[in-house]
């Protein structure tokens, strides 16, 4: 059967070369890097040149700005957590309304059961963030400011970089959560405002449990894990070495591989969007159309459920997700859909299609193909739709999430 993998966002495979370059350090160079012995130096020596690739991905200064961790969560907290430490006199914090839960999450926990005070500041109807509101939340009282550098759901691409240069004005720490930007557009942290930004190996055609957390050189830091002196003394525990290899690795072929992410899969995308909107009435696209990754999109169909969709494009070999969290049992549309103030009727059917490098032409074709039959068999079932096109759905809707 035909197949199209269409949610690189959640996750990506590993690419072969990257499982390639792992390999050995699994059995044949097995030692700890931090022992003094050469089996655990020439391990050691590895995870340095691994260092190394991500500085470069990054337009990093140095390696050591580059602390490997576990995962994108954990760095998120570590960034977060630690600069609330450096200024404990500093009891606020601000994020955005349509972060990942990595840090809506924590920032909900430290409000309700720390006593901070978290500013979310909102976005508009094409997801891009409320400056005005920004710019008032922004005082002398804030230790830090979280704000993702790329939507996870829409691909929406936020100004960071004028963002960290006002928080600086203020002498507020700056965050970005960039675990879907790193790999899909070129960074230059050298010239950034940016004090720290996370990543995600499995984003980026890396294995899964391993990450990053860019830490500029003259940071204030404290660190989330301590016990033994890796990573220098920011990060305690026993590192993941193959991951963290492997992680290199991705990061050496993201750089070879960087144009054509913002060239062919920006077409792939294009054409699965024009394709998919061309046959499918009312359906449009949610974000910041011109700037957005060159990757994702998320599409809605009006007056059907995405969980449903989901289930249909399964059973024709592609994969993608669901905008809305009634996938996970909630009848609540997800919270950056929310905050975009998506109609619930359109919400509620919304698939993002997240492509990569790996992507085909003939994936693209595959996913043209079988989405319009999809959305039309479910529509014919939908209590919303008629024999000429939608009921008045709005007004049956509504009682229901009122």
Known sequence: MTTAYMDNNATTRVDPLVLETMLPYF??????????????????????WARGEVQK??????????????????????????????????????????????????????????????HYIPVDKEG??????????????VAVVSIMFANNETGTIFPVETLARMAKEKGILFHTDAVQAVGKIPLNMRDSAIDMLSLSGHKLHAPKGVGALYLR??????????????????????E????????????????????????????????????????????????????????????SFEYIEGE?????????GIAASSGSACTSGSLEPSHVLRAMDIPYTAAHGTIRFSLSRESTDAEVDWVIAQTPPIIAQLRRLSPYWGANGPIDAEKAFSPVYA
């Not at 660190?223 to 890796?230: D, I, M, N, V």
Request: with cysteine.
């Open 128 to 141: 891009r963030l409320q400056m005005d509101r920004y710019a008032e939340a922004l005082s002398d009282r």
């Open 240 to 299: 993941n070495t193959t991951g963290i290899i492997g992680l290199g690795k991705a990061a050496e072929l993201a750089l070879e591989h960087m144009a054509w992410e913002n060239s062919g899969v920006r077409r792939l995308r294009d054409r699965l969007e024009a394709g998919i909107l061309e046959q499918v009435p009312y359906s449009f696209v949610n974000g910041d159309l011109p700037n957005r990754l060159p990757n994702t999109t998320s599409i």
């Open 308 to 316: 449903a969709i989901l289930l249909l494009l399964s059973r024709v």
């Open 57 to 118: 991905l990054l337009g990093a200064e140095h390696d050591s700005e580059v602390i490997f961790t576990s995962c994108g969560t954990e760095s998120d907290a570590t960034a977060i957590l630690s600069a609330l430490a450096a200024f404990p006199e500093r009891r606020e914090i601000i994020t955005s309304v349509v972060e990942h839960p990595a840090v809506l999450t924590l920032c909900e926990h430290l409000e309700r059961h720390e006593g901070y005070t978290v």
């Open 217 to 238: 050189r003259g940071t204030r830091f404290r660190p989330f894990l301590r016990g033994g002196h890796q990573e220098r003394g920011r990060r305690a525990g026993t």
């Open 27 to 48: 059995s044949e160079h097995f030692g700890n890097p931090s022992s003094m012995h050469s089996f655990g130096g020439d391990t050691g020596k590895r995870l340095e």
